[in-house]
C-alpha cells in the first residue's frame, strides 16, 4: 500500500464568495515528485496556502505527515511548518540580507544552533545548487535563475520532509530553467524528500513528475503519471496538456452575432 | 438613499478597520514584548527610525527656533518685554512644536518608510516565508520596529527643542543682541520641570506610540500591488498627521488645563 504524506479530503474553500475548492481530494506519496497543474486562478497555489496552514479550508480534513493541518494554531503550526519548505513564485528573499545570510536565516532564527554548524549547513546547501561561491553577493546582484537557487538553498536548508514549488518555473531563461528542473529532481532523491510542484508549464511538469493532478472547476478533474495524462481521452484535458488554443476552453469570449455587432456602428 | 447606504458602508468600513487596527496592536504589543529579547534587532531599527530622521528633524528644528526668535522679537519689543524670548522660544518648543513638529516629520520620513517597508516585504511574499520557514513575522519585523518607534520619537522631539532653542538664540542674541544671560536666565526661570518639560516627553512618546502603529498596521494590510502601497503610504502620513495633532489637543487640555 502507498504511503500518502499529504491527503486531502473532500476540501472546500472561498476567497469571500469566490469558491475555489468545492470538493478537492487529492494524495501526494511520500518520496515522489507531484506535479499540481491546471488553469490560472484554479487554485494551485490556493492549494499550497492551506498545507502550509496559511489559509483554512471552510471545510474538509487535510493531513501532513498524519497531523491534521487546519486543527494546528500557534506554535503547534510553526512546528508542523519546521517539516515543510517552501520556494515562493517570487523567491521572496531577504533583500537587506547577503546570500549567505539569507540561507542562514531559518537556522538562526528557529535553532540554538552554533556558528561553526550554521556555516557548515548553509555551505552544504549553497554547493547542492551550485552556488558556494555566491555566499558574498547580494540579492541584487543575483540573475533570475541564481535567485532561485537561492531561495532553493533556503527552502531545504531545515531539512524539511517536504518542499513545496510555487511555480518555480516562471520567468526563467532556458538555461535556468534546466537547472531547476535537475535540481528538483536530484534533491528530492537524494534528501529523500517529497517535492510538490505547483505549475501550469506542462512540458516542464511532464518531465519532472511521477505523478499528476489537474485542477480544474475546485476539484482534481484528472490525475495519473505523465504519459497517462498527455493522451488523455477528455477533451478539456487533451487540450490543456496539449496548449490547443481552442476546445472545450473557446478562444472567443461568449458575445452577441458579430454581424450584429458590426452593424449597429 | 444612496447617500445613507454610500454613510453606512463607510461606517462599516471604517469600524471594520478600527477593529482590525485594534487586533494588530495587541500582536504587535506581544510581539514588542518578545524584541526585547533580542536588542539587536531594536538597535538595527533605532538607527533606520531614528538615527536616520535626525537630519531633517535637526534641520527642521534649527528653522522653526530661528522664526520663533523673529516673531517673538517683533511682538515682544513692541512691550519692551524682548527679555523673554527665551521663555517664549523654549516653551512653545518644549510644550508644543517640539513633540509635534518631530511627530509630523517622523510620520512624514519614518512612517511612509516602515509603510513602504512592510507592504514591500508584503507584495515580494517575504512575510509570508518567514511565516513558512516558522518565523512569526509580528516577533521578527514588527516588534523591533514598534519599540525603535516609541523610543525614537521622544529623542528626536528633545533634539528638536534643543536645536529650536538654539536657533532662537542665534536670531535672538546674534540678530537683535539680547543679552546671552538674560536669554538662558528667562528660560531657566520660567520653564517647569515636570509640568513642560515632563509633560513634552508624554506627548512625544504618545505621538510616537500612534505613528508607529499606524504605519506598521498599514503596511502590514496594504494591498500586495504597487498601488496598493502607493496609497498605504499616503495613508500612513495622512491618518498619521491627523491623529497627531487631534491627539495633541486632548493631551494639552488634559496636561495644562486647570
Known amino acids: 500500500m502507498e504511503d500518502f504524506i499529504v491527503n486531502a479530503s473532500d476540501i472546500h474553500f472561498a476567497y469571500r464568495d469566490r469558491p475555489i475548492f468545492e470538493g478537492l481530494n487529492l494524495a501526494i506519496p511520500r518520496g515522489k515528485v507531484t506535479v499540481i497543474m491546471g488553469p490560472s486562478g484554479c487554485g494551485k ?40 519548505g517552501m520556494l515562493f513564485q517570487k523567491n521572496a528573499l531577504l533583500t537587506d540580507l547577503n546570500v549567505f545570510d539569507n540561507v542562514a536565516f531559518p537556522l538562526r532564527e528557529t535553532t540554538e544552533l552554533q556558528e561553526p ?31 532561485r537557487r537561492v531561495a532553493l538553498a533556503r527552502a531545504i536548508v531545515l531539512d524539511p520532509l517536504i518542499v513545496m514549488y510555487d511555480e518555480p518555473f516562471v520567468g526563467l531563461d532556458p538555461v535556468s530553467m534546466g537547472i531547476i528542473l535537475k535540481l528538483i529532481r536530484n534533491l528530492n532523491d537524494a534528501l529523500n524528500l517529497t517535492s510538490i510542484v505547483v505549475t501550469h508549464d506542462v512540458k516542464e511538469g511532464c518531465e519532472i513528475a511521477d505523478y499528476m493532478y489537474l485542477l480544474d472547476r475546485g476539484i482534481v478533474s484528472a490525475q495519473g503519471t505523465p504519459d497517462q495524462m498527455l493522451v488523455h481521452a477528455d477533451p478539456a484535458i487533451e487540450q490543456f496538456m496539449q496548449g490547443l488554443s481552442d476546445g472545450p476552453v473557446r478562444f472567443h469570449y461568449p458575445a452577441r452575432d458579430y454581424l450584429e455587432d458590426l452593424q449597429d456602428i | 438613499m444612496d447617500l ?16 482590525s487596527s485594534l487586533l494588530f496592536l495587541g500582536s504587535a504589543l506581544k510581539g514588542a514584548a518578545a524584541s526585547f529579547s533580542r536588542f539587536r534587532l531594536i538597535i538595527e531599527q533605532l538607527y533606520a527610525v531614528g538615527v536616520l530622521t535626525m537630519l531633517i528633524t535637526v534641520v527642521a528644528g534649527l528653522f522653526v527656533g530661528m522664526v520663533l526668535g523673529l516673531q517673538g522679537y517683533y511682538q515682544l519689543v513692541n512691550f519692551s518685554a524682548e527679555s523673554n524670548l527665551g521663555l517664549i522660544v523654549a516653551l512653545s518648543l518644549v510644550r508644543e512644536l517640539g513633540p509635534v513638529l518631530s511627530a509630523l516629520l517622523f510620520a512624514g520620513r519614518a512612517g511612509s518608510a516602515l509603510t513602504a517597508e512592510i507592504g514591500l516585504m508584503k507584495a515580494t511574499e517575504q512575510l509570508a516565508a ?53 536669554y538662558w536666565h528667562s528660560m531657566q526661570s520660567g520653564v517647569d520641570l515636570i509640568k513642560d518639560v515632563f509633560n513634552g516627553v508624554i506627548k512625544s512618546i504618545v505621538f510616537g506610540f500612534i505613528v508607529v502603529w499606524i504605519a506598521l498596521y498599514e503596511g502590514y494590510n496594504s494591498p500586495p500591488t504597487s498601488e496598493g502601497i502607493s496609497r498605504a503610504t499616503t495613508r500612513t502620513v495622512v491618518w498619521s498627521s491627523l491623529t497627531v495633532l487631534a491627539s495633541d489637543y486632548l493631551l494639552t487640555a488634559l496636561m495644562f488645563g486647570e
Do not use: C, W
Request: hydrophobic share 45%.
Open chain 1, 45 to 84: 497555489s490556493t492549494f499550497l496556502g492551506l498545507l502550509g496552514g496559511r489559509l483554512a479550508p471552510t471545510s474538509g480534513n487535510l493531513e501532513f505527515d498524519g497531523q491534521s493541518v487546519p486543527a494546528k494554531l500557534g506554535p503547534s503550526l510553526y512546528k508542523m511548518r519546521r517539516k515543510m
Open chain 1, 117 to 147: 554548524l550554521i556555516r557548515i549547513q548553509v555551505l552544504t546547501k549553497l554547493e547542492m545548487v551550485g552556488l558556494r561561491g555566491a555566499g558574498d553577493m547580494q540579492i541584487s546582484e543575483l540573475s533570475g535563475g541564481m535567485a
Open chain 2, 4 to 19: 445613507v447606504a454610500k454613510l453606512g458602508r463607510q461606517g462599516i468600513h471604517f469600524t471594520i478597520h478600527l477593529g
Open chain 2, 130 to 182: 518567514m511565516e513558512m520557514m516558522a518565523i512569526d513575522p509580528i516577533k521578527r519585523i514588527i516588534g523591533p520596529r514598534f519599540v525603535a518607534g516609541i523610543i525614537s520619537l521622544p529623542i528626536l522631539a528633545a533634539m528638536f527643542s534643543a536645536i529650536g532653542i538654539l536657533g532662537g538664540y542665534l536670531v535672538g542674541h546674534g540678530q537683535f543682541g539680547i543679552d546671552s544671560g538674560v
